[in-house]
């Protein structure tokens, strides 16, 4: 290495200095995401506010305009990774994977979902029930297509005898509609259990319930 390639080449510390830079934006987003989820669900997109969210986070407000920009642009990034995040419970799924496997996966990684993050599903069903004027070109592009994908997957499951279903797309909306009913309704069921707060059996209470009932009904034993 030449003399000169020496003094262009970032030092350690340099380079240390840059990771903990890294290190501090990442924590820092991440701690304006989970106070935007709070604060979307508990006022609405309308009521929340970049300070009520810079509050919750315990930041600065410029520090949220800094990573975001405004509250339409932070709001879209909340709904955006929620949607992310779920769709990765099906996105390994093929033609040649066991559907026992794949959907027994599912069933389990959405109700822990439902279970670990609640805020997250009541904001995106706060979100749909008022049109989903945010998510509009989301829903109608890459969503569809997203579905539209695994449903052809599990047709040609149902082709070659492997699941009783000739629906999948039901059957997708009965996966979403029994995981995320336990977080957008989690007021609702605690009180039924006469409890006021969900306990750590209750995820492993509702996947035992779920995952064999769903098994039955696409004919899988």
Known sequence: MTQNAKSNAPSSSESAVHRNQQDIRAHNQALILTAAEEEFVLQ??????????????????????YYF???????????????????EGLVT?????DPKTVIEKFVRTKLH?????????????????????????????????????KTQVMKTWHEQGKIAIDDPLQLLILIWATTQRYAEFETEIVG???????DEQDEARAADFLVPFILRGCGIE
């Open 113 to 149: 979902q439902a279970f670990a993050h609640p805020n997250r599903h009541k904001l995106f069903a706060l979100e749909v029930i008022g049109g989903a004027l945010h998510l509009h070109d989301f829903m109608s592009t890459v969503m569809k297509e997203w579905a539209l994908d």
């Open 69 to 87: 920009k405004n509250k339409k642009n932070l709001y879209k990034v909340v709904l955006l990774s929620i949607i992310e995040e779920w769709n």
């Open 192 to 198: 039924l259990m006469n409890k006021t707060e969900y």
């Open 44 to 65: 609405g997109y309308r009521g929340a506010t970049m300070q009520g969210i810079a509050d919750r986070a315990g930041l600065p407000k410029a520090n949220i305009h």
């Open 93 to 97: 799924m093929t033609v040649d994977s």
